[in-house]
Nanobody, 128 residues
Framework: QVQLVESGGGLVQPGTTLRLSCAASGLAVDYDAIGWFRQAPGKEREAVACISLRYGSTTYSDSVRGRFAVVKDNRENTVYLQMPSLLPDDTGIYYC?????????????????????WGQGTQVTVSS
């Protein structure tokens, strides 16, 4: 019932800024949080960031903390991932997914379950 569509990726040089979008649509719009994930070539999928739609709280992976920012626009039903100072290691396919804002082991994170919805991803390539 809920569909997510990512956009905003591209081929850029190191140091460039990109802003990825995760647009939600569908009859059922009730979801708790949105997580951003990425998968680099030959590597496992990695959690990048999460935002609680209820509280606006955010959490980030160690590799992007202090650089990336996830924000929401309620009027557009869209969550953005702001990515300044891009590095070659940021290269990968970026996905967003519905999730539950979860507190466990003294940490907050996006818990993505089998019933949650994933977008198809947007490619980010950072290369000189």
């Amino acid at each position: 019932q809920v569909q997510l569509v990512e956009s905003g990726g591209g081929l850029v040089q190191p140091g460039t800024t990109l802003r990825l979008s995760c647009a939600a649509s569908g009859l059922a719009v009730d979801y708790d949080a949105i997580g951003w994930f990425r998968q680099a070539p030959g590597k496992e999928r990695e959690a990048v960031a999460c935002i609680s739609l209820r509280y606006g709280s955010t959490t980030y992976s160690d590799s992007v903390r202090g650089r990336f920012a996830v924000v929401k626009d309620n009027r557009e039903n869209t969550v953005y991932l702001q990515m300044p100072s891009l590095l070659p290691d940021d290269t990968g396919i970026y996905y967003c997914a519905t999730a539950m804002w979860t507190y466990k082991r003294s940490m907050y994170y996006c818990d993505v379950r089998t019933t949650d919805v994933w977008g198809q991803g947007t490619q980010v390539t950072v290369s000189s």
